[in-house]
């Protein structure tokens, strides 16, 4: 446990990781908020990427990010409508998707997430479950709500990045919001304690993929600097690509008897140095690691 802590906090330690060059930095800073597509839009603060939905008759916001720039953003929602806010939906568990869930509880009329996220949620802290402000709203496979006049989807399609990953689709607006099942052009925190499958990720990226429309916008959770958080399903493949080169590139090593330390020695995979981000802390070794216990888990 003490491990599964240090390489989260390692992994999500905010906007530092997720924005680390300052040119791109300082853009997101001035103005958080971009608009992307028909009333959707993205939030920059600290922590994982927040979308947002405000249209004339509702507003949806995806994940919390933390206290301080969860307020900000609610500062800023409030500028834009006085509307009360519909749903607030966390994509996954982890605190840099949730921690702002109290700043928005009072707001919103809902907080919705698949059924295991709650659960995650408790194990991973020590506060109780007001001041963690929970999902109230459920749901196991699929769910969706019109808001407005857009409809929102969710789907789960298994363990990934966590044992709880939605994506969230915007119909109308024809965006995706990925959560952290895509880190853009960076290495991915793997949490195998939180009941994530690298194997499982690669066919839930696949299932998305081949479920949304070709020219759909995507939002992601994490991205390098030179490539950001939004993008095309050309970004989505990408990731894909880069959790079965891991995979591939870890089993090579168990099936040669090659020793662990050894294998996570390389600092980047053939084909994916980009990945190596620009002050990113999570190295490589990390992600070799978490494959490497899945593949000899007996």
Known sequence: MERREFLLKTALMGTAFAFPVSNLFAQVQENPFTPLR?????FVGQGGTIGWLVNKEAVVLVDSQFPDSAQTCLTGLEQKTSLPFNLLINTHHHKDHTSGNPVFKPKVKHIV????VPGLM???SDKKDNELALPDTVFKTSWKQNVGDETVHLNYYGPAHTGGDSVI???KANVAHMGDLVFNRAYPFIDRPGGASITNWI???EQAANNLPDDALFIFGHGNSNYGITGTKKDLRMMQHYLTALLEYTQKGVDAGTPKDELM???TLKGFKEFDAPGWSLPLS???EVAYA???AT
């Open 265 to 267: 020695k390389i600092k």
């Open 169 to 171: 689709y915007f119909e």
């Open 203 to 205: 066919k839930v990226l």
């Open 294 to 296: 899945e593949l000899t």
């Open 286 to 288: 990390a992600n070799i």
């Open 122 to 124: 408790r194990s991973g």
């Open 113 to 116: 997430a698949q059924e295991n």
């Open 38 to 42: 028909r009333n959707v839009g993205t």
